[in-house]
């Protein structure tokens, strides 16, 4: 049976403890006053300073001084708008009228072009001649056009026929791109 | 009723008292919660908005310091003729002025005899759309003037104000066709920020504007006496 058993209260010791607490909550309540205090009045330094008047009058200053060039800022923005675009066009338009010089320039001097059609997709060329050397010359050079990829990337040989009429030899050939 | 009233009272009292102590640091802690969650927070949500803002106008306002800077240092003067020459390229709305000087132009420098044409207009209220580049469509004909005449009447409206693409080339032997399309594109004005930084004229650009320059002027060419042009709304 154990004897130190004590059934009194230990009076002081409790209320040393409590007194203790009390003082920790005091001081917890009174540090999250100023806490919260002190945090509001750092937020309300920092935004007087962010908000510094100094920003504004730099930006209306700014603001007067640009206005003033209005007409030039307009017509620059025009020029770039215009020359994105223009250049944009000619980077992507087919140059047909070159591709038209190409051709021709092959064509030898005894072959007559009867009809030449250039699109976007493709080309037909109708020609004839006395000589078939001419018209045989005029393949040959297209071929070698295809062959290297220059301007066109096919080419089909559609009729070669003899015209007794005329007593001239006709070619029709087609070329793509 | 009455009596158990009391006796609640009374405990409340009792519990009140024994803990009179801690009812200040408890009220205190509570408000400081309260005032941080009512007041702090919200200040502080509204700081860092404020932060945003003025970073913000400070971005601008260095944009347009950049942009006065650029500004102050364009020559007006040639400006205003690269201007023209850019907008006589690409013109803002159908130039149908410009487009007759072109062909004509063309046509007495390349010595072709046109037929009769018409400009294949459309809807003229059909709104154009972002990125599209609108066209003129134009088929032109071209009597008795043989491959070389056709050829260079061609190059040369291909390097002629408004710019335009070639869209099909058709010789024959008596009579050849040409179609065209002449290119202009609005200005969009809401692509328009005062507060955005602008560059001043770069190289490449001032190398365009070189080449458009070499394209030749047809302002001052006079149409023919006789009209030759039809307008039709077609397609």
């Known amino acids: 049976m154990n004897t ?54 730099d930006q209306e200053n700014t603001l007067r001084l640009t206005s003033q060039f209005q007409g030039r800022q307009t017509k620059l923005f025009v020029l770039n708008n215009r020359v994105e675009n223009i250049s944009k066009i000619l980077e992507a338009r087919r140059d047909l009228p070159k ?13 007559f072009i009867e009809d030449f059609e250039v ?56 070329s793509g791109f | 009723m009455n009596e158990k009233i009391n006796t609640d009272l009374k405990s409340l009292k009792f519990i009140l008292n024994k803990n009179r102590l801690y009812v200040f640091p408890i009220a205190a802690i509570l408000i400081s919660a309260i005032l941080f969650f009512q007041f702090v927070i919200p200040q502080f949500k509204a700081l860092l908005i404020a932060e945003k803002e003025v970073k913000a106008t400070s971005l601008r306002i260095e944009a347009q310091k950049a942009n006065l800077d650029v500004l102050t240092n364009i020559n007006e003067g040639s400006l205003d003729s690269q201007l023209e020459i850019l907008n006589s390229a690409l013109p803002s709305s159908k130039d149908f002025i410009g487009i007759l000087n072109s062909v004509y132009s063309a046509a007495q420098k390349t010595g072709v005899n046109l037929g009769s044409f018409s400009f294949k207009v459309g809807d003229l209220s059909e709104s154009i759309s972002g990125n599209d580049f609108p066209v003129v469509k134009l088929s032109m004909p071209i009597v008795n003037s043989g491959i070389a005449g056709v050829n260079s009447f061609v190059e040369t409206i291909s390097k002629t104000f408004p710019i335009s693409e070639v869209e099909l080339i058709k010789i024959g032997n008596v009579s050849s066709v040409v179609n065209l399309s002449f290119y202009y594109k609005p200005l969009n004005i809401s692509d328009y920020n005062q507060d955005i930084r602008i560059s001043p004229i770069s190289q490449k650009e001032l190398m365009l504007i070189n080449q458009l320059e070499e394209f030749g002027d047809t302002s001052s060419f006079s149409e023919p006496s006789t009209p030759v042009a039809t307008s039709s709304a077609a397609q």
């Open chain 1, 119 to 174: 699109n976007d997709k493709s080309v037909i060329i109708v020609g004839y001649s006395k000589s078939l050397f001419a018209i045989g010359e005029f393949i040959n050079n297209l071929t070698d056009m295809v062959r290297k990829e220059e301007v066109i990337r096919s080419l089909i040989l559609n009729s070669l026929a003899l015209d007794l009429g005329r007593n001239v030899y006709q070619v029709s050939l087609t």
């Open chain 1, 4 to 57: 130190d058993i004590n059934l009194l209260l230990h009076t002081d010791e409790e209320s040393s403890e409590e007194k203790k607490r009390i003082k920790l909550f005091n001081l917890i309540a009174i540090a999250s006053l100023m806490a919260v205090g002190l945090i509001s009045l750092g937020i309300f330094i920092l935004a007087q300073i962010i908000n510094s008047p100094s920003v504004k009058k």
């Open chain 1, 99 to 111: 591709v038209a010089s190409n051709l021709l320039e092959k064509v030898p001097s005894d072959l």
